[in-house]
């Protein structure tokens, strides 16, 4: 399935009893809640307490918070306002921990290709760390209590990132998309709501939480996956045995390997081709694995924060054709 799941997403939502939702906290509230929340991660009975770093919102310039939306770390509502907020966040950034976006905490756990189980084992496990030493807003018939009531109940949203070029290129999304929301499943933009899709990436989670338990979302979430996959699958088989799709792969790799100048959504587009032929067996020779990577590195701001200074847009798409040339030769 990793030719078309490309990472596993397990988020948890949940607030401390007796402070109102941050949405109602003033900055000296927030302040609290940042420090009870770090306090429990780092003295916590965990080995994961030291592989934490805490960072605060209102220290970092805005390329660097806008990196750390693009990699998908964190939301660009919690980035829209910095002040009273904080990110723990791990070494390898699988692990992190937003404190007083919509609620007090947004847990989350990225892992690499299809692993729902594995993924909530480990956001489990942070989330027993945590209430072993903070008291979580519970209800007995509502479940974890959250500020916006979709989230009620679990608390949890998991979602995939998918690839899905075959099933966008046949116009299968919209379709497909209908579908899903009658399965309490929801498909969007690789960052999620109100994002567009670029380069084929798609973000599959569930949308209910409430009257059902996280082993029964994430098997229902997994079941839809193996079917997306199975249909993505079929689409490329068919789509693969156009001259004319092999004939854009092949130019594809061309370009992304020679290009002086590329900009964000060319890149994108040029790479979800790359991959598509990787996968199909056309191309031996690139590793699948930098692809990936590539597709996130070659974001605007992650670009500039990578080179270590402010880039203008012209200068971006320089370095950016620089950076694909010397991962894909």
Do not use: W
């Amino acid at each position: 399935m990793s030719n078309v799941v490309i990472s596993t997403r397990i988020r948890l939502a949940r607030n401390l009893k007796g402070y109102p939702f941050p949405c109602k906290l003033n900055l000296q509230g927030r302040e609290e809640v940042i420090e009870k929340v770090r306090d429990a991660v780092k003295n916590g009975n965990s080995v994961l307490a030291d592989d934490f770093s805490f960072i605060k919102m209102s220290g970092l310039d805005p390329k660097q918070s806008v990196s750390l939306v693009e990699k998908r770390l964190v939301s660009p509502e919690f980035i829209s306002d910095p002040e009273g907020r904080a990110l723990l966040l791990s070494s390898d950034e699988s692990l992190s921990i937003m404190i007083n976006e919509e609620d007090h905490i947004r847990l989350q756990v990225i892992t690499k290709g299809l692993s729902l189980e594995q993924a909530y084992d480990t956001a489990d496990k942070l989330d027993t760390l945590l209430d072993e030493r903070l008291e979580f807003a519970f209800d007995e018939k509502l479940g974890y209590l959250t500020q916006c009531p979709t989230n009620l109940g679990t608390g949890m949203r998991a979602s995939v990132m998918l690839h899905l070029p075959a099933l966008e290129k046949s116009k299968a999304i919209s379709r497909i998309a209908g579908s899903l929301s009658k399965l309490g499943l929801t498909i969007r933009g690789a960052h999620g709501e109100g994002t567009e899709p670029k380069g084929a990436l798609y973000q599959l989670s569930n949308q209910v939480t409430l009257g059902i338990s996280e082993k029964a979302a994430i098997e229902n979430l997994k079941n839809i996956t193996a079917q997306l996959v199975s249909q993505e699958e079929q689409a490329r088989d068919r789509l693969c045995k156009s001259i004319d799709v092999r004939d854009t792969i092949s130019r594809s790799l061309g370009i992304l390997r020679s290009s002086l100048v590329i900009s964000h959504d060319e890149a994108l587009q040029l790479l979800s081709n790359v991959r598509l032929g990787i996968v199909s067996g056309q191309l031996e020779d690139v590793d699948i694995g930098s692809v990936d990577k590539l597709m996130t590195d070659v974001e605007p701001a992650t670009l500039s924060v990578n080179a270590g200074k402010s880039l203008s847009p012209h200068d971006r798409d320089i370095e950016r054709a620089k950076l694909i040339r010397s991962v894909l030769n």
